[in-house]
């Protein structure tokens, strides 16, 4: 490989580095404002690692998770709500009926989370 297609090849993958980057902008954006499986997750038993927002309140009010694992957050309700971490971990804003935010938590521990616009709804995510 000469010099001049090392710089091609790094050109071509800055490019690709921009795209991903700035398509991983748009996604993160919309992250919990427009994932179809909302109101799926508000009918039945829902799975181990979901917390339905409902009547003002988080349910389950501790969900357990193993490290690594993926909590789902998601408004069954009418109003807006939000989940936000009381330390300042993760902020999902405000989730309109059937929006969901997700996050994945590596880290052991307690992480007692609320609603901003309702802080009286508390509830705890544990990592094992
Ligand atoms: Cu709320």
Redesign the pocket.
Known sequence: MNAKSTYSFACAAFAAAVAVASLAGCFSEHVGITQPSGEALCTGVPPANVVR?QD?AFSPAQINVARGGTVIWVNCGQ?Q??SASDTGVWDSGLLARFATYSRVFDTAGSFPFH?N??PF?QATVVVQ
Do not use: D, R
């Open positions: 927002i003002f109003q709500h939000s609603c616009p309702h709804m």
